[in-house]
Structure formats: C-alpha cells, structure tokens
C-alpha cells in the first residue's frame, strides 16, 4: 500500500487517545431535541457505559495490543470492567453482550475469577434465556432508552447487528471452553441470519427481518450494518483456527466473496461508502467504511480475497485517514441506528463521535500497517 507507516501510526495513536478520554459531542443538548429518530440515546456516548458502542470500542483497544504485541491498554480495561461490575450493569441483551467479547479475551491476560463467572454465566443466559424468534433465531433485544434496567423486546425481529455484538462472544466461549453446544449454537445463528438477511440478487445484506410480517423492513442495504458482516464474519472463522466445517465455511466464506464485490461496486470516489450502500444522495460513513476496510484487508491477508482488491482498501483507508480531526475524533460518524421503513429514515440519523467509530477505525488502520 502506498501509505508512509509514520502517518498511519500518528493518526492511530491519535484516534486511540481520543477513544480513551471520549465524551458526549459538544452539540449534545442540539442533538437531543431531535431524539430516536435521529438516533439520540444518551447512553451511547463515550467510552463509561456498558452497551455496544462503548463494547466494540473496547474490541478495538484489546485488537490493537494484539497487532502490537503488548498489553498496553491492559490495565485501562481491566479498570474499566471492574468499575462497571461494582457500579451494577445493565439489562442483559443483544446489545449489552457486547463488552464480552473483549472480556473474555481479556482474561486470558487478567484471569480474574470474577470476570470469568460473569463471562459463563452470560454465555449460559444467551443459550436458555434470550428470547427466540421463529426457528430460534437470536432476537434483536436491545436496551430501554433511558432505563438501563429495561429493554426492547423486537419481538421476532433478528438484525445484522446481533452477528457483531452476541455470536462472537459466543463462539469465543465454545472455543475457549470446547463447548460445542455453544459453538454449535453459533453456527445455526451465522447461518439463519445468512439465510433471512442475504441478498442473493445485489449480493448485500438487509439490516433486518421479521417473522411477524415475513420481510426485511424497508428492504434498505444500510452501510454500517452490512460491516458488522464483512469484519465480524472473519473474526468469526478465524476463532476456529481450522477446525470449522468445510461445508459451513464454504457458505460463510462464498457470501462474504459475494458481498465484498457488490461493495467494492459501491465505493464513492472518497473512498467511503454512503450509508444507505445504494442511494448516493446519502451521507458517506465513517465507522461503516472503516469496518469493511478491515474486512477486506483481511479478507486479503487471509488468502480469502486476491490483490485486486488492494486498491479498494487502500482508497478506504485514505479516505478513512482524510476525516481523523486533528484531536484524533473520527468524523462523520452515524449514531446508533434502529431499523427503518425507508431510506429516508438511515439518511436523517445523526452524526457524533462515537466509539464504535474510534474503534473500527482503529481496527482498519491497524490492519493497513500488516500490508505496508
């Protein structure tokens, strides 16, 4: 890649301090007047409370000390856990599942028989507890806006989102434990969302389907969703080193081929892609463009994509690099994004700095530094 490593590095480190002292956008109170439907919840906002963007912010902090070989970011994690244990955590969920992926990476460092017993118990609760959609698909439950005790049922609805936040920490306990109920588990809920949410015609994924009314919403290829798939799908085969079924990786690994060019069609001459992948007149995203930055980087250092996709990640990460603010914020962020009835709805979502686009950011650019 034609990129000089001292640049890419400054901008990591930059990105990297900015997620570790990150707080709510200087606009917030503006923002607030325009509530869920512009995708305001105040709990999503820096780095302290425990949901998915805090969580996937924590995923990138633990992958870059595994780029780097280090365990420089140990002790801020390990702090960041314990203060959230003693605080009381929230309802459990789809998206509050989330911070245990890095957890249960982390304690192989820590080994902390807290950590561990929460870790357990949450993977038992996800295999007897969560509630099911038709052909027991894992159910988007999220968290109430402003009861972190509540929750939003979404009653038969499975998302993209769930892939990211639930099934790889599920995968990551049935490896570390050799339960192959757990990772069993995992393998029926990769394949159910493949089998609702996949696009066979554009070769994209829907952000969401419900049973209720057996169709995908507004039918809408949302940018950041699509990512969840393109990054977390190959962080999912890799936790098998090896041993996952020939048969179902083929599947996996074909749908993820297939997307990977409808994206790389897709592509702004930014480098970026809009938020709704097939309406131009969208805004260009930041956390959804770096997420499938990464992917297909990896896809490549995995042998699983050729070079002729260098280009595309290399014009990503430049565009990537064009919108880190000279403070280390990510720019052009979307905020949390619920499911919508139409294109209009994912095109109004609000932009903020948020962690998840710290950490995808992080994980892209970290990635780009194994093809200099």
Not at 296 to 301: E, P, V
Request: aromatic letters at 10%; hydrophobic letters at 40%.
């Amino acid at each position: 890649m034609n990129i000089k490593e001292t640049e890419l590095r400054k901008k990591l480190d930059l990105v990297i301090e900015k997620l570790l002292n990150l707080e709510g956008p200087d606009n917030e109170k503006e923002l607030s007047d325009g509530g869920e439907a512009i995708g305001f919840f105040k709990r999503d906002f820096g780095i302290r409370e425990w949901d998915w963007p805090q969580g996937v912010g924590l995923y990138g902090l633990l992958k870059i000390m595994e780029y780097d070989k280090n365990e420089k970011y140990k002790e801020f994690l390990q702090d960041w856990f314990v203060e959230n244990m003693e605080q009381g955590l929230p309802s459990r969920n789809i998206n509050t599942t989330t911070p245990l992926l890095t957890l249960a990476e982390l304690n192989e460092y820590c080994h902390d028989a807290k950590f561990e017993k929460l870790c357990l118990d949450w993977a038992d609760w996800l295999m007897n507890c969560i509630p099911r959609t038709k052909e027991g698909g894992f159910q988007h439950v999220t968290s109430a806006n402003g009861d972190r005790q509540g929750v939003r049922l979404n009653e038969n609805e499975m998302w993209i989102d769930t892939l990211f936040m639930t099934v790889l920490f599920l995968n990551k306990m049935g490896q570390k434990y050799q339960n192959e109920e757990w990772i069993n588990e995992g393998i029926h809920q990769v394949l159910m969302h493949i089998k609702y949410l996949y696009d066979k015609k554009s070769g994209l994924f829907y952000h969401g389907w419900t049973f209720n009314g057996n169709n995908n919403f507004g039918g809408i290829f949302w940018c950041r969703g699509n990512s969840w798939f393109t990054l977390g799908i190959l962080d999912y085969i890799d936790m098998f080193k090896g041993t996952l079924n020939p048969g179902v990786k083929t599947i996996i690994v074909d749908t993820y081929k297939a997307q990977v060019k409808a994206l790389k069609k897709l592509q702004a001459p930014s480098g970026l892609w809009h938020t709704v992948l097939t309406d131009a007149s969208s805004y260009e995203e930041v956390s959804g463009s770096a997420a499938i930055a990464c992917g297909i980087l990896k896809g490549i250092r995995m042998g699983i994509l050729d070079d002729s996709y260098l280009p595309c990640a290399e014009k990503a990460i430049k565009g990537i690099m064009k919108n880190i603010d000279k403070d280390g914020t990510v720019l052009n962020v979307s905020g949390g994004t619920g499911m919508g009835m139409n294109a209009e709805h994912y095109k109004n979502i609000l932009i903020a700095p948020m962690a998840y686009g710290q950490s995808l950011t992080i994980l892209a650019l970290a990635e780009a530094l194994l093809h200099l």
